[in-house]
Structures are given as C-alpha cells and as structure tokens.
C-alpha cells in the first residue's frame, strides 16, 4: 500500500515556475513507476509526466515537453514536477500517481495509486 501526498501548488504569473512534491509512504516506493496527471474544470484528466523506476526514463505529454522535468529521490520517498514557463492553460489540478510496476505508462487506469490533488493557477 502507497499513500501519496502532493503539495507545492499555487497561483503565479504566466512565465513562472513552480515546483511540486508528492511524498509518498512504504517502502517499495523505489520499485514504483510514478505519473503527473492534471485536471482542469470541465475538462477529462491528461496526463503530463511519467518516471520509471530507477528514474532513467521519462515520458512527456507534447504540452509541457521542454517546459517541465519530472523526477524522483527515493531516499526521500519523494517524486517532483518542475514547471517553468507556465501558461494560463496550466491551471489544474495536478496529481501524482503510483503503479506497482517498473515501467512508465501513459494511461490513468494502470495507476494504482493517487494523491489528493494540488492547484495550480496561472494567471496571465
């Protein structure tokens, strides 16, 4: 069982930089592939970001490729989205996500896991 807690979310101006965390319990968070996904108001959740579980190979959704970076600190326990150079069509809310496997997916229903979710609103 993995719990995952996001945090690091908030209202900045287009151009800006936020960085999220997603700390999560258990030990085998180190054999876990790990997701970003986002949701914005009226629309379905996407996915932005997958981590393998070593960390040696990620995934972007094209919308964010070269403006965000996923990554992870197992020693921590803790998984990041970096994101640079926002847009207003940012804003969502972001969640991070577990599987119990070592490989990245793009699809939500192959996570196992998910965090309750942090806010990002970019104002332009």
């Known amino acids: 069982q993995v719990a995952l807690v996001e945090s690091g979310g908030g209202l900045v101006q287009a151009g800006g930089s936020l960085r999220l965390s997603c700390a999560a319990s258990?030990?085998?968070?180190?054999?876990?592939?790990m997701g970003w996904f986002r949701q914005a108001p009226g629309k379905e959740r996407e996915f932005v970001a997958a981590?393998?579980?070593?960390?040696?190979?990620?995934d972007y959704a094209d919308s964010v490729k070269g403006r965000f970076t996923i990554s992870r600190d197992s020693a921590k326990n803790t998984l990041y989205l970096q994101l640079n150079n926002l847009k207003p069509e940012d804003t969502a809310v972001y969640y991070c996500?577990?599987?119990?496997?070592?490989?990245?997916?793009?699809?939500?229903?192959?996570?196992?896991?998910w965090g309750q979710g942090t806010q990002v609103t970019v104002s332009s």
């Open positions: 981590i393998n579980w070593s960390g040696g190979i990620t």
């Open positions: 258990g030990r085998t968070f180190s054999s876990y592939a």
């Open positions: 996500a577990g599987r119990s496997s070592l490989t990245v997916t793009r699809r939500d229903h192959e996570y196992d896991y």
